[in-house]
């Protein structure tokens, strides 16, 4: 439960909001220019942006400077968390969260349109004339950089960021609302533990203007663990300088031979997912990496046997079978998750008619506003989409499949402190094997690739970063109802410096000289999606059908076991989210973690496990600060290209 903290006073208060929203423009500016310009580790790949936790640790490392000059100048502890969530948001907007990958996508089919692959007849047709800019120069320019003496065509992308702007104005807001309506059931009634949180509530814990450094920061485990990353990370970044210090290597592939197959097995060494490990239950840790190596040899012995239903779909988790099995799975995970909310949601819903409110003050938000929030912004949304070619029907199977996946992965991020996300069926995927792509229609297939940058390549979105939001807040009782204009405020900030940024980079820079993947590999996926399905058309589908009914089934299986049977060693969770890519990827930091956990609990008990927490907590620490240290020197002398995590 979390602890309740003393008032703010009202110039505390606001000097915490101004100093949150003076960090919200520097993620709006600095995130941009580190993923676009310096090309290193990226600031805010994950749920957890090194970038935030770095601008935390220099507001912390300043606190004992103020305390010598004045106590009035140190940040208590709610003032902290309030700068700290403000950032925290404001990371979800600039890079891969939503700008940096749908500004390329809307002049991407303009620009690599050729003779070649028809796009000029098949796909730019039916595009509406209000969704993109239509000056082909500003196309053009956006990926080359402007000619010399030429201005930016602000002019040209004046009506399409205006008519995004209501599409995403909506997402947020059902966003937000959604999870409005479950902080309650999940913060106080399953008490889901947060994990990636762990570590800026430890680094502000019991923070005053007396005592302005946290328990944590004064313990020496915690810099032994700091320690032992950063002297990889800087030996690696050193490296890319110096080509005679040692590189070590921190990720291996190893493949192994099935029949006539083969099977994958990547050996990422990520010492932050070893910290959240550690934190998060020891059944859900070993169930993800259990069934992470599960998929890796389920999707070759499917093929080998027949069972496959084709290739591999962008962005999807192993085969269209283990895809739609996943995604069956993902289903049932939200629908028990509403079900076991369903007392709150009961209430929510009564008292928005204003039936029965009593209880529900120290809600973050009003009843009205969480729900009539959620069943507006999904409304916008679904005339919006209709609006831009995709017809009533499949613009509502579109968006249930969005947030049923957005829910999930949500859920694996709050629960299972998997930091980075993706779907394991995206939604474009799943609308078009449930109708039929004729359903769609040209205008609606053309539509689709306009979704991918917020619902397809969603290492990072909003969703988590507001559930993570409302777990800070709840330190902040005596304030719950100011966190809405807090976070309002973030995003905007966060929207209005990063879009002209990027835009800015892009036409002094060309936009193909910042990032192969943003300008080039991200539109072009997307619209050889869409080319693909209007070239040849894909019927409804009850064979996948049958995969997602197999993996609901899987999945209510395990969820009946989990909760009934005491000794059952396998967690739901990770049979719906493990097959995403990922965990894929991160299984064996996963492995690594939980082994630490489960030795440290089996011959230390609680007692050890607690004594321990500072070192892996430092792990987490250690790799954010050697980031971030890495990324400003390569933006001070001026190199690119020195990336040491992937995620």
């Known amino acids: 439960m979390p602890t309740t903290s003393p008032p703010l006073d009202g110039p505390r208060y606001t000097r915490a909001i101004v100093l949150g929203a003076l960090c919200a423009a520097l993620v709006s500016v600095a995130f941009p220019y580190a993923n676009l310009v310096v090309r290193g580790t990226r600031p805010a790949n994950t749920s957890l942006p090194f970038g935030a936790i770095a601008l935390l640790f220099l507001l912390i490392a300043c606190q004992p400077i103020a305390a010598r000059l004045s106590r009035r100048l140190v940040l208590v502890r709610q003032e902290l968390i309030i700068v700290f969530t403000m950032i925290l948001l404001a990371s979800s907007v600039p890079t891969w969260g939503l700008v940096g990958q749908l500004l390329p996508v809307l002049t991407g089919a303009q620009y690599y349109a050729s003779p070649e692959n028809r796009w000029g007849d098949t796909i730019l047709p039916y595009v509406p004339d209000w969704l993109v800019p239509q000056a082909p120069a500003a196309a053009r320019q956006f990926y080359e950089g402007l000619e010399r003496g030429a201005a930016l065509p602000w002019a040209a992308w004046a009506v399409p960021l205006a008519a995004w702007s209501v599409l995403v104005a909506a997402y947020f807001l059902t966003t937000i609302c959604f999870m409005l309506l479950l902080r309650r059931p999940w913060v106080e009634q399953e008490r889901l533990i947060y994990p990636l949180m762990r570590l800026p509530l430890a680094m502000t814990e019991q923070v005053t203007a007396a005592r302005p450094l946290a328990p944590l920061m004064r313990n020496a485990l915690l810099w032994l663990g700091v320690a032992a990353v950063l002297v990889p990370t800087c030996l690696n970044g050193l490296h890319h300088y110096v080509p005679t210090v040692p590189f070590l290597h921190l990720r291996h592939d190893y493949r192994a031979s099935l029949g006539q197959e083969t099977l994958l097995f990547r050996c990422w060494l990520n010492f932050a997912v070893v910290g959240f490990t550690y934190v998060v239950s020891t059944d859900l840790a070993f169930s993800l990496w259990f069934f992470a190596l599960f998929t890796v040899i389920q999707t070759p012995l499917m093929r080998l046997y027949g069972l496959g239903l084709g290739a591999k779909e962008i962005y999807c988790a192993g085969s269209p079978a283990v895809s739609n099995q996943a995604m069956g ?267 630490f956990k489960a030795v440290t609990l089996r011959y230390g008990g609680f007692r050890l496990y607690h004594r321990l927490l500072p070192l892996f907590l430092g792990l987490i620490l250690g790799q954010c600060l050697g980031s971030a240290l890495w990324v400003a020197i390569d933006a001070l002398a001026g190199h690119t290209g020195n990336l040491i995590y992937v995620y």
């Not at 819903?349 to 009593?358: K, P, V």
């Not at 968006?399 to 949500?410: G, P, Y």
């Not at 792509?437 to 970063?465: E, K, N, Q």
């Not at 559930?467 to 995003?491: I, V």
């Open 329 to 595: 799975a993902m289903l049932l995970l939200v629908g028990t998750t509403l079900w076991t909310a369903r007392r709150h949601l009961t209430r929510m819903f009564r008292a928005a008619l204003g039936l029965d409110g009593s209880g529900l003050e120290a809600e973050p938000a009003s009843p009205p506003f969480a729900l009539w929030g959620a069943v507006g912004g999904t409304l916008v949304m679904l005339l919006w989409l209709h609006a831009a070619g995709l017809p009533l029907l499949p613009s509502a199977v579109f968006l249930f499949a969005m947030w049923v996946t957005f829910l999930a992965l949500t859920r694996a991020t709050v629960q299972g402190g998997v930091p980075v996300s993706r779907a394991a069926l995206i939604p474009q995927s799943f609308t078009v094997h449930a109708l039929g792509s004729r359903a769609l229609g040209a205008h609606g297939l053309t539509l689709l690739a306009y979704t991918f940058p917020w619902t397809a390549d969603i290492r990072v979105f909003l969703m988590p970063f507001f559930a993570h939001a409302l777990r800070l807040w709840d330190e902040l009782r005596p304030r719950p109802r100011a966190l809405l204009p807090a976070a309002a405020l973030a995003l905007l900030i966060a929207a209005l410096g990063s879009v002209p940024l990027t835009l800015y980079l892009a036409y002094h820079r060309g936009g193909v000289a910042l990032s192969s993947w943003l300008f080039r590999g991200n539109p072009l996926s997307a619209f050889r999606y869409t080319a693909n399905l209007l070239e040849h058309p894909a019927p409804a589908s009850l064979a996948r059908s049958g995969f997602l009914g197999l993996g609901a089934g899987v999945m209510w299986l395990l969820t009946m076991a989990h909760h009934n049977l005491a000794w059952w060693p396998f967690h739901p969770l990770g049979f719906a989210i493990a097959p995403t890519q990922p965990v894929q990827d991160l299984w064996f930091p996963i492995l690594i973690g939980w082994i």
